[in-house]
């Protein structure tokens, strides 16, 4: 009895598969979108007021005009940036009033004293955690194609 053989030509799969391995070895190119989805994440904490666990608590300002919080100016808000690198994605801001804004903490300013509250926007959310890893699936699937 005569039989069929099918022969499988591996060679555009092996080199896939390198493609594949150096994207994973090199995970740099997947940095700047990256840091474009975080950046995109930390607007959404602005436009939603909320922190990793909770709604913010209304500043002072916002309650008296009616504004959003964090948001009188729009320079805190525009210095957001991504800004990633060879070895990471990035996303900051050089806003020297950032910190006390994110972590919250004591005032002892020329101008204010008491305490800030926490408004922590500086955080990564679950559905942007979610979304990096479809960015990463995205350029797995590019470089196998």
Do not use: C
Not at 26 to 46: C, T
Not at 96 to 108: D, E, Q, V
Request: hydrophobic share 35%; no cysteine.
């Amino acid at each position: 009895m005569s039989g069929t053989r099918v022969e499988f030509d591996d060679r555009a799969l092996k080199e896939a598969m390198r493609t594949v391995l150096s994207l994973l070895g090199d995970p740099s190119k997947m940095y700047p979108d990256f840091s474009v989805a975080m950046q995109g994440d930390v607007f959404d904490h602005f436009r939603n007021e909320t922190g990793p666990t909770e709604k913010w608590e209304k500043s002072r300002r916002a309650k008296l005009s009616g504004g959003s919080t964090l948001r009188d100016t729009g320079r805190l808000i525009n210095s957001i940036l991504s800004k990633p690198n060879k070895s990471e994605a990035v996303v900051e801001t050089d806003t020297r009033y950032a910190s006390i804004h994110n972590f919250g903490g004591a005032i002892s300013g020329s101008k204010q004293k008491g305490t800030m509250p926490k408004r922590e926007f500086m955080f990564l959310s679950d559905a942007v955690k979610k979304d990096m890893t479809s960015i990463a699936g995205d350029h797995i699937t590019k470089a196998w194609s």
